[in-house]
């Protein structure tokens, strides 16, 4: 289906043309996990503004048995030159202890982007909302709904 997709938009200009046009920014999630037929079916689409926004972490790539490529994020900064990089170095969901051993493991990983990762104080969220106005709403969603306050 990917390699038809990919074949359609190299040879049909009309249908090309119709999906830049429909897309003005694209977002990937969990990049590192693309093949590399995916990759030219993104870049196709992005053309010519590539304004695309790729959202990964190449120490996380474990989908390689089914073709998955993280050398493209990788060669990301060098395809599209102009591209910002944002590292995020704190990891708020896991123990000092965890990221510590992660990290040692981590830096055993040959092809990758250089970062360290430090632990950030676990933050809590607390949002007030009336319970006259969320219950019906919550209810209308799913009567059998169990709500614990």
């Excluded at 590192?32 to 926004?53: G, V």
């Excluded at 102009?82 to 992660?102: H, P, V």
Aim: proline share 4%.
């Amino acid at each position: 289906m990917l390699s038809y997709a990919l074949e359609l938009l190299q040879s049909n200009r009309s249908i090309l043309n119709n999906e830049q046009n429909r897309y003005r920014y694209i977002q990937v999630d969990e990049s590192q996990d693309i093949s590399k037929i995916q990759y030219e079916i993104i870049k196709h689409i992005a053309y010519p503004r590539n304004n695309l926004y790729l959202v990964a972490d190449d120490d996380q790539s474990i989908y390689g048995f089914r073709g998955a490529c993280p050398q493209i994020i990788l060669d990301f900064p060098k395809v599209y030159g102009d591209a910002l990089t944002f590292t995020l170095r704190k990891n708020y969901r896991s123990s000092d202890q965890i990221i510590q051993i992660c990290n040692q493991l981590i830096q055993n990983n040959e092809a990758r982007h250089y970062k360290f990762i430090e632990p950030g104080q676990v933050m809590k969220l607390l949002m007030y909302i009336p319970l006259k106005w969320l219950l019906p709403k919550l209810l209308k969603i799913n009567s059998n709904m169990l709500l614990i306050i």
